[in-house]
């Protein structure tokens, strides 16, 4: 069973700083999905992650995908207050048939002035 | 998202009432996905289509059907709602051959 974990699950950051969100998963699957959610809202699209190595960035986030350690990061540079949000990412299970996304619980990510 | 809705957006009902809830897209996408949210858990899957009668059960499905008789339309039903069924209630879409995945506004369900 494939489950995927977030850390941490809560974030306070000032504005200007630094940040990097984790996720492992514990099976194989090479493609990773990052989604932002606000408050009362849907799910916002990053960044798909499709292969070892990939590296994508947006404006202040940068996230990457390590398959053979089963970990991708969402790094957060200079951090200001719009991006207060709470980001979640998602690995794909059985990609040739379901292609169900597994998600992790999600991290709450609070930027004060 | 353009090309997919999801009705209602808000419902209180009574336990142990039936609840539908619709998912309508215009995209012509095969696969379908219903999914629920619930603070502490991120998003479960509940059941998946993947062709119009052609659906299978995800990982919190009990308590839950679903059908899919066309191929814009994805209908979830609580047969009878418990109060363990309060949620926030997700349909997504995916067009396979561009690896997205595409959600809904959401349907937020409470059953008293």
């Known amino acids: 069973e494939l489950k995927v974990e977030q850390n941490p699950l809560f974030l306070s950051m000032q504005e200007g700083k630094n940040y990097t969100i984790y996720c492992n998963y514990s099976?194989?699957?090479?493609?990773l999905y990052w989604y932002r959610q606000d408050p009362g809202k849907s799910l916002e699209s990053l960044f798909v992650?499709?292969?070892?190595?990939a590296v994508k960035q947006e404006g202040r986030l940068m996230a990457s995908l390590d398959t053979k350690a089963r970990l991708s990061t969402l790094h957060i540079t200079a951090a200001v207050h719009d991006l207060s949000a709470t980001y979640f990412c998602a690995v794909v299970v059985d990609w040739g048939s379901q292609g169900n996304l597994i998600f992790g619980k999600g991290t709450k990510l609070s930027v004060k002035p | 998202d353009a090309g997919i809705t999801q009705s209602p957006r808000h419902k209180v009902t009574e336990t142990g009432t039936p609840v539908t809830l619709r998912c309508h897209q215009t995209?012509?996408?095969?696969?379908m996905y219903w999914y629920r949210q619930d603070p502490g858990h991120g998003l479960r899957l509940i059941h998946y289509?993947?062709?119009?009668?052609?659906?299978d059960k995800g990982e919190v499905s009990d308590g839950y059907s679903v059908s899919r008789s066309k191929t814009e339309d994805f209908l979830l039903t609580l047969e009878s709602a418990t109060s363990s069924q309060t949620s926030v209630y997700f349909c997504?879409?995916?067009?396979?051959?561009?690896?997205?995945?595409?959600f809904g506004s959401g349907t937020r369900l409470t059953v008293v």
């Open positions: 289509s993947y062709g119009v009668k052609d659906t």
């Open positions: 992650l499709l292969s070892n190595g």
């Open positions: 995209e012509n996408h095969r696969y």
């Open positions: 099976t194989t699957s090479d493609r």
């Open positions: 997504a879409i995916s067009a396979r051959d561009n690896y997205g995945y595409t």
